[in-house]
């Protein structure tokens, strides 16, 4: 049984920072790429940041280039997603998302992050 649990998320001041976190299980984590993607309110879902099987790259969007870092650690089968000088339209539901190496991808099921003061 596949299971991505994200945790972090919270309330913060503009220019603070979080950390999410996404703890994977039920698939092989380091055959799999993972990704951040968020959602704000009435608006698409929009992938934010994604890192390869082996953590060798990542591509973010320009929207957090330089703000946000992920990161991720095979041996505890956890992705990261480091958020820093947080503005108020990075508030959003944020999720993780495993793309497999069976071609199957998997969500979990969001935290929400607030920026507010």
């Known amino acids: 049984q596949v299971r991505l649990v994200e945790s972090g998320g919270g309330l913060v001041q503009p220019g603070g920072s979080l950390r999410l976190s996404c703890a994977a299980s039920?698939?092989?984590?380091?055959?799999?790429?993972m990704s951040w993607y968020r959602q704000a309110p009435g608006k698409e879902r929009r992938a934010v940041a994604t890192?390869?099987?082996?953590?060798?790259?990542?591509n973010y969007a320009d929207s957090v280039k330089g703000r946000f870092t992920i990161s991720r650690d095979n041996d505890k089968n956890t992705v990261y997603l480091q958020m820093n000088s947080l503005k108020p339209e990075d508030t959003a539901v944020y999720y993780c998302?495993?793309?497999?190496?069976?071609?199957?991808?998997?969500w979990g099921q969001g935290t929400q992050v607030t920026v507010s003061s």
């Open positions: 890192i390869a099987n082996n953590g060798g790259s990542t």
């Open positions: 039920g698939f092989t984590f380091r055959r799999s790429a």
């Open positions: 998302k495993a793309l497999t190496a069976t071609g199957l991808d998997y």
